[in-house]
């Protein structure tokens, strides 16, 4: 009994023996922690977790990818490929790539698979259209690489992204579409980036304005056209951005210097992802003028019939007064503004009106009206008439062609010639027409 607790402490004390001798050689006592070995250890389960991760990359990218062999066959395939083509994956893999694709662009895809055998590492792109499992008609770009797989024995698979292109070219067949109607215009229309110059330039813009297409383009409106608006150009951008359209007149300079007056109006549009502008202008440059001189020769009919000493108004059909001059309102010690709008009987009294009411209500609507046959006679300082043929001569004399003024001049110049103008004439009073 007493040698077998001493065999077991001589095996102890070998043991430990080597233990010291062996931290002693590792420069590690036993108070030291062990150190843990590296996944290294683990090669297998390593080289899974990146596969894993790969394949998680590859399934769930954003873009339709497959892979396929020398014969087109879909060999592995992503997510958004499945959705792209509509079919499942189990249907996919081993289906031919050209299913797919449309007769008419077969020729396209064997080209590019030719390309793809020939290739030494370099990236083939080929465009054309597609027919999913919906009957949906993609433009798609397939854009291939070819590698060699490991997992197949080393034979070559080509690694392909499929593009969706089918919006892009929607957008840009649309584009296509607006700019052949814009060059159609005979309407100046112009388009160009918000951020950039102009990108089309119709045949309307070119006749306006003397540009040609080519001078136009890549060239920015407001330094072009050296437009002139009535907001500062910051602003107007501004309000473009914020609300989508402006409307309304600018000045623009021609090529061969001339000042035009433009009613313009601007519609912001994204296409692309692109800002675009769509400018279309309207030239009425002549329109203004003829405003302009018609608002003039107003203004001086206007001198002429205030300095005139008759009484002159004009009503409507409901019996208020559009117009009358202000030898009229001197008469109510008014003035024409504080008439014009009201009703003839308010201005002239009751009494006034049921003497003059007969001859107001023969006046035709239908046709032109003839004169009243209704006088008012009244005493007239003949001085006062010399005086105003002083004053309007200047005036009138160029607007005798006129019809109203040809009317009253024989009655100014014959008073101004101390001649006897005819009864009728004398004291007439226009107190009503029909609407004009």
Request: proline share 6%; aromatic share 6%; glycine share 6%.
């Amino acid at each position: 009994m007493k040698s077998v607790p001493k065999r077991t402490v001589v095996r102890n004390n070998k043991k430990s023996s080597g233990a010291d001798s062996s931290r002693r050689r590792n420069g590690r006592d036993a108070s030291s922690p062990r150190r843990r070995p590296p996944r290294l250890n683990h090669p297998r389960s390593d080289l899974e977790e990146a596969i894993r991760r790969y394949v998680d990359l590859f399934d769930f990218a954003p873009v339709a990818y497959v892979n396929f062999d020398r014969t087109s066959r879909i060999a592995e395939t992503n997510l958004a490929a499945i959705q792209l083509l509509g079919r499942s994956r189990h249907l996919l893999i081993g289906c031919p790539l050209t299913v797919f694709v449309l007769s008419e662009d077969r020729p396209h895809f064997f080209d590019h698979l030719l390309r793809c055998r020939d290739a030494k590492g370099e990236l083939i792109e080929t465009d054309l259209r597609m027919r999913n499992a919906r009957n949906e008609i993609l433009f798609v770009r397939l854009v291939s690489k070819p590698v060699v797989s490991s997992l197949r024995d080393g034979t070559a698979i080509y690694q392909t992204a499929i593009v969706d292109l089918t919006e892009r070219k929607r957008q840009e067949a649309q584009m296509e579409r607006q700019a052949k109607l814009i060059e159609l215009s005979f309407e100046p229309i112009l388009v160009w980036d918000f951020e950039g110059g102009i990108i089309e330039w119709n045949a309307g813009a070119e006749a306006l304005y003397g540009y040609s297409r080519a001078e136009a383009l890549g060239q920015q409106t407001h330094k072009l056209l050296k437009t002139k608006r009535a907001i500062p150009l910051p602003e107007f951008r501004k309000i473009l951005k914020r609300d989508g359209m402006w409307v309304g007149e600018l000045r623009h300079v021609t090529k061969d210097g001339r000042e035009i007056l433009a009613h313009s109006r601007h519609q912001l549009v994204e296409i692309g992802g692109r800002r675009l502008v769509l400018e279309t202008i309207w030239d009425i440059t002549a329109r203004k003028k003829a405003e302009e001189a018609l608002l003039e020769r107003d203004r001086e009919l206007n001198a002429i019939v205030n300095l005139t000493p008759f009484v002159l108004s004009r009503c409507s059909r409901d019996l208020r007064y559009v117009f009358v001059n202000r030898a009229y309102a001197d008469r109510f010690g008014m003035t024409p503004d504080k008439i014009v709008g009201r009703p003839i009987r308010e201005i002239m009294g009751e009494q006034a009106y049921e003497t003059i009411k007969p001859h107001v209500e023969a006046v035709p609507y239908d046709e032109p009206a003839a004169e009243v046959p209704h006088e008012e006679r009244m005493i007239r300082n003949t001085a006062t008439l010399s005086t105003f043929a002083e004053r309007a001569s200047s005036l009138i004399r160029p607007l005798v062609p006129d019809p109203m003024v040809a009317e009253l001049w024989p009655l100014v110049m014959g008073r101004c010639a101390g001649q006897t103008a005819p009864a009728d004439a004398l004291g007439r009073r226009d107190s009503c027409c029909g609407e004009s």
